[in-house]
């Protein structure tokens, strides 16, 4: 393992493109061709409406800064990210259809509930959660019924004949840039000092 220390604060940017696509840059990490600026590891992000922050006029929207590039303009910006729940009572989801619906809200991955210690989780049972076709609603302990908060965990079926049950948390992380918004793509591998939170 590496370790880095630095009188600069650690702060990655986003630098968006002109056809939306963004790189993360991280002024502090000089070691890592790759997050620094104009680097060319870019990837596309799913745009909230489609709408991202661009150059117009010679500026960037607030929370960005102009920054040249080989490419042409970019947009250097400021973000924040930004966990919710898509659904907050099972009266949230269509009954019919809620297969689906809950596949299409919640891009985020859990373990099956049975994997976590005793208690940690327990099926919802109240009529609201058993009138949702072919789903099982787990709640987090302390949860309670037809309440879902980000710790709910969503079983679904497999799509095709032979697949896998699903579990998923009622989440989704969203990249924040101002008035313009993209849900956080899924990382594999985290970058240098960055710790993942599994709960």
Known sequence: ETYVWTSTSCKTLVQVYLDGRIGIVDPTAVQFSILQKTSKNVFRVRWANGRFPAEQAGSCPASCVLEASPEGNTCMCNYTVGVSAPFSQASDIPTDGAVETIAAKCPIGAANPSLFSSGTYRLCTSTTCAALSKVKV??????????????????IPPFRRGGRTRYLFNRVSVVNIGTFSFRNPPVFAPLLGQLYDIG
Request: net charge negative.
């Open 138 to 155: 787990w709640l987090f302990q302390g949860e309670p019924d037809n309440t879902f908060t980000t710790k709910t965990i969503f079983e």
